[in-house]
């Protein structure tokens, strides 16, 4: 069986508590009782003494009948709770009792009375009050406290006329003072009933609060979190969980909300995606179909222009019609690498001639372009195994994107190699153009996103972000509005043995 964690909160809670709450009532009544018990034994000790100052000019002379008399006057006091007073000589021998039947039997010295002397081995007069007070039932069951007092054997006893003792006998005899304990069970009994009650309602108390706090902080939280993951399990992307930043439950069900906002949004551009890859199927295939009747009318319209050079009129038609043929023929192209890239050939490549090789290709549009190129190729650059043609491609992309972010009024690019992280080869291509604002940064490498309106496709990039995963490598890009851009490309080294370098500085 099941219990929810709320209730094993409270549970454990409530346990936890009455075993403090239950130690602590212990402890205070035990406490209580110690206390209400020495202040009764401090009476009973002072009564003692009382007792014996008012009788010792008695005891002095030897008048017994007084003697008799003031006993029974003060064991007759049964309001203040006196049971019993007497006195018995070292023997044990009672010789003066409030209760009369008792005079002259003698005590036995394993007795209650005789036993705190004869147990400690030490003379009477020497014990503390503690250790001459014990408690003990009467016949009718009442606790009863007695203390004993010891009558020590004082000079005028031994030098009076009346009667003498031996001056070596330090000890007469003893009082004995009994006064019931029935006031003090009741104060006790009172005292356990009012702190037993009082910890049964702290407990209760307590109880209830922490079911009251477990329920508003614990349990409906949890509640909702439970309730919202059951909605979201069954398809509902749309629920929310109310949010309390006060403590940790809501902050998780703040989490839970913002993690189902990011759950709709990446199912919407799943969705997105699958649309964009059925159309993209359909526009690769449409491509190739285009691309043969393209074909024909760009072979057409090239003859055509050769015939007619003559004509300057429709020779100029015919330029028109060339060069849109050709564009819409690399636009093509362009998608049609992007729905279907080819596997790389690898093979050890060394990516100095790489980088050559695409200079020489566009050397011809940047000079037109007025930009002032840069090689800073590391000579001691380790090869790596790559489609030569397909890194050719990537860089040649990104030395065009780097002259049409130029523009014609000139400027410069900078193409570098140089060795990367763990153990991987880098090809950089800096730009000081207009720079690619940040917003667009996360973007530029999607299919037809493009920053150059019209002019662009926005396939190149696309393309060369392809072949860079293709090759287990990646194509990165820094750029600042006003200060240009940096493309990245990583890839992993054939050396086995090339040892990590340190990521160096961006190109200045």
């Not at 110690?34 to 100052?53: N, V």
């Not at 081995?121 to 009467?138: D, M, N, S, V």
């Not at 790489?354 to 020489?360: E, L």
């Not at 990039?461 to 990245?488: D, R, Y």
Request: aromatic letters at 4%; proline letters at 4%; charged letters at 20%.
């Amino acid at each position: 069986m099941r219990t929810r964690i709320g209730t094993r909160l409270i549970l454990g809670a409530g346990l936890a508590t009455a075993t403090v709450i239950g130690c602590m009532a212990f402890v205070i009544l035990r406490s209580q009782t110690a206390q209400l018990l020495a202040e009764r034994t401090r009476s009973a000790d002072q009564l003692s003494e009382t007792i014996k100052s008012a009788t010792h000019f008695d005891m002095l002379e030897n008048r017994r009948e007084n003697l008799h008399r003031q006993i029974r006057a003060v064991g007759g006091l049964q309001e203040e709770g006196i049971r019993k007073v007497r006195v018995f000589n070292k023997e044990g021998r009672i010789m003066f009792s409030s209760a009369s039947e008792e005079i002259g039997t003698s005590l036995d010295p394993k007795g209650e009375a005789c036993y705190a002397c004869h147990a400690e081995g030490r003379p009477l007069e020497k014990l503390g009050i503690q250790a001459r007070a014990r408690t003990f039932r009467a016949a009718d069951g009442t606790r009863v406290l007695g203390v004993i007092n010891p009558i020590p054997n004082e000079s005028s006893c031994s030098t009076a006329s009346c009667h003498a003792h031996s001056s070596k006998q330090s000890l007469l005899g003893v009082l004995d003072v009994n006064v019931s304990l029935a006031e003090v069970d009741q104060e006790i009994a009172h005292s356990r009933r009012v702190i037993s009650v009082s910890a049964v309602l702290a407990i209760l108390g307590g109880s209830l609060m922490l079911w009251w706090l477990n329920r508003r902080l614990v349990v409906r939280p949890v509640a909702a979190l439970v309730e919202g993951t059951r909605r979201v399990s069954a398809g509902d992307l749309t629920v929310t969980i109310p949010e309390n930043d006060k403590h940790e439950l809501g902050k998780l069900a703040k989490a839970f909300n913002a993690m189902i906002r990011n759950l709709a949004d990446t199912q919407n551009q799943l969705a997105q995606a699958d649309k964009l890859a059925s159309v993209g199927r359909l526009a690769a295939g449409v491509a190739h179909e285009i691309n043969n009747p393209l074909t024909g009318v760009l072979s057409y319209a090239s003859l055509l222009r050769k015939r007619m050079d003559h004509d300057a009129s429709a020779c100029e038609d015919l330029d028109v019609i060339v060069r849109e043929t050709v564009r819409c023929r690399g636009i093509i192209r362009g998608l049609l690498d992007f729905a279907r890239p080819a596997a790389p050939a690898r093979k050890p490549t060394d990516l100095n001639e790489v980088v050559r090789r695409a200079v020489s290709v566009v050397m011809t549009q940047l000079s037109l372009q007025k930009v002032d190129l840069s090689l800073d190729l590391d000579p001691d650059l380790s090869t790596v195994s790559a489609d030569g043609n397909q890194i050719q491609q990537v860089v040649v992309n990104l030395l065009l994107n780097a002259a049409d972010a130029i523009g014609n009024e000139g400027g410069r690019i900078r193409a570098a190699t140089r060795p990367g992280p763990s153990a991987s080869m880098e090809i950089l291509v800096e730009d000081g153009g207009r720079g690619i604002a940040a917003e667009d940064l996360p973007r530029i490498f999607e299919p037809f996103f493009t920053t150059k309106g019209n002019h662009g496709t926005g396939l190149g990039l696309a393309v060369s972000w392809g072949i860079a995963e293709a090759h287990g490598g990646s194509l990165e890009v820094q750029s600042e509005i006003g200060k240009g851009t940096c493309f990245t490309l990583r890839l992993p080294s054939t050396s086995d043995s090339e040892a990590s370098s340190p990521i160096l500085p961006p190109l200045t």
